[in-house]
């Protein structure tokens, strides 16, 4: 299994929601990571699991609220988003962090619309 | 500090054409290179990855790309463009440690039949 699989596909809230977001991994990578992608534009790093603990916070607002329960498992909390937060949320995985050549394998991501 | 720079956000090519898309980048060490694809309303697919093994590169899809250190550029070519390689296409760079994935701009590839 060499998938990444994101929940929801779609997802549109409040500003006032509370939600969160999935990601699943089962190729027993030990590095997941989460990105943020606006239309037009390159994904960018949000935040980096290694070894189920965070270990890259891109200075990202705090109504954003990473969680790794397991190894397989990455969920993304969201509070009090604004409508900016609007965006494709893109989760990967690699083998491991620390290994330059280890390409990141890709969710389909969720198109998140905050309103 | 790694970085990439990808020259032309759009590149349109005729059906059965050469696709040649162009990435430069910029390391103090030696780099790992990749080329992703995003489709619309999709996630990130690898291409291709450079890791020092050999200088060309192939890929899926019939892609390839050659690392060439005195140019700094890893450009990505494809002989003959087909209707589906129509997608986004993001080079991206990585230095050594746990230093993160850097992606250029992207390139939007057209095909015209």
């Known amino acids: 299994d060499t998938e990444v699989t994101q929940t929801p596909k779609h997802l549109v809230m409040g500003m006032t929601n509370k939600k969160s977001l999935k990601c699943e991994q089962h190729?027993?990578?030990?590095?997941m990571y989460w990105y943020k992608q606006k239309a037009k534009k390159p994904p960018e790093l949000m935040f980096v699991?290694?070894?189920?603990?965070?270990?890259i916070n891109e200075s990202v607002p705090s109504r954003f609220s990473p969680e790794c329960p397991n190894s397989s498992l990455l969920n993304l909390h969201l509070h009090a988003l604004q409508p900016e937060d609007s965006a494709l949320y893109l989760c990967?995985?690699?083998?491991?962090?620390?290994?330059?050549?280890?390409?990141?394998?890709f969710g389909p991501g969720t198109r998140l619309t905050v309103l | 500090a790694q970085s990439v720079t990808q020259l032309g956000s759009h590149v349109s090519v005729s059906e059965g054409a050469l696709v040649l898309l162009r990435c430069n980048y910029s390391?103090?060490?030696?780099?790992?290179l990749f080329w992703y694809v995003q489709y619309p309303n999709q996630g990130l697919q690898l291409l291709l990855k450079?890791?020092?093994?050999?200088?060309l590169v192939k890929g899926i899809n019939g892609f390839e790309a050659e690392f060439k250190k005195s140019e700094t550029s890893f450009h990505l070519t494809k002989p003959s463009a087909h209707m589906s390689d129509a997608a986004e296409y993001f080079c991206?760079?990585?230095?050594?440690?746990?230093?993160?994935?850097?992606f250029g701009k992207g390139t939007r590839l057209s095909v015209i039949a």
């Open positions: 991206a760079v990585r230095g050594g440690g746990n230093t993160p994935l850097v």
């Open positions: 190729m027993g990578h030990r590095a």
């Open positions: 390391s103090s060490v030696p780099p790992y």
């Open positions: 990967a995985s690699s083998q491991r962090e620390g290994s330059s050549y280890n390409e990141q394998f």
């Open positions: 450079y890791t020092s093994a050999a200088t």
């Open positions: 699991y290694s070894y189920e603990k965070l270990s």
